[in-house]
T-cell receptor
Framework: KNEVEQSPQNLTAQEGEFITINCSYS?????LHWLQQHPGGGIVSLFM?????KKHGRLIATINIQEKHSSLHITASHPRDSAVYIC????????????WGAGTKLIIKP | DTGVSQDPRHKITKRGQNVTFRCDPI?????LYWYRQTLGQGPEFLTY????????KSRLLSDRFSAERPKGSFSTLEIQRTEQGDSAMYLC??????????????FGEGSRLTVL
């Protein structure tokens, strides 16, 4: 079993739909990152969370430390949101050990 | 642009040649990380620096790989005698260490290496 699991692996939705991507982890962490990667492109950091909820534009990220679960939500989705969304956790007591989820490939159709 | 920049963005080389990648982090960031990502896989940690000190190096990094950050600002990653298995995207990230954790990571666009 992977230490960081994301679901779904693939998600196709229509423009305007509310999107949820989930991340569950089984290790102790000090922070959780949500990242976005476009095909052939680099990685963009969306959020870093250690508790609670953060919002940036149409993106919302939440984390429940007790349940070891985080969600990334996209409201009013748009085709430009199409990308791979990656959850990565920073191991507790580590300065660099990031464990990456496999990513969720999101396609938003116009 | 004050983000993390990497150069070159793409490099095609013949097996056996040496290549060097450069990463310029966000200026006030004291930590710099190198990752490698192969097609369809998540990024693998290679090494990281705090200021000019290389604090950790992955076992993935063979003797053919070396990284430096001589003045605690930009960093270089050199691969000697490249092999086809070195073909990957090399990602650089930087962060500002705050008390308790590593700070938010900011990634560059990556340097894609193709070894023929």
């Amino acid at each position: 079993k992977n230490e960081v699991e994301q679901s779904p692996q693939n998600l196709t939705a229509q423009e305007g739909e509310f999107i949820t991507i989930n991340c569950s982890y089984s290790v102790g962490i000090s922070a959780l990152h949500w990242l976005q990667q476009h095909p052939g492109g680099g990685i963009v950091s969306l959020f870093m969370l250690s508790s609670g909820k953060k919002k940036h534009g149409r993106l919302i990220a939440t984390i429940n430390i007790q349940e070891k679960h985080s969600s990334l939500h996209i409201t009013a989705s748009h085709p430009r949101d199409s990308a791979v969304y990656i959850c990565a956790v920073l191991l507790m007591d580590s300065n660099y050990q990031l464990i990456w989820g496999a990513g969720t490939k999101l396609i938003i159709k116009p | 642009d004050t983000g993390v920049s990497q150069d070159p963005r793409h490099k095609i080389t013949k097996r056996g040649q040496n290549v060097t990648f450069r990463c310029d982090p966000i200026s006030e960031h004291n930590r710099l990380y190198w990752y490698r990502q192969t097609l369809g896989q998540g990024p693998e940690f290679l090494t990281y620096f705090q200021n000019e000190a290389q604090l950790e190096k992955s076992r993935l990094l063979s003797d053919r790989f070396s990284a430096e950050r001589p003045k605690g600002s930009f960093s270089t990653l050199e691969i000697q005698r490249t092999e086809q298995g070195d073909s990957a995207m090399y990602l650089c990230a930087s962060s500002q260490k705050t008390s308790g954790n590593t700070g938010e990571l900011f990634f560059g666009e990556g340097s894609r290496l193709t070894v023929l």
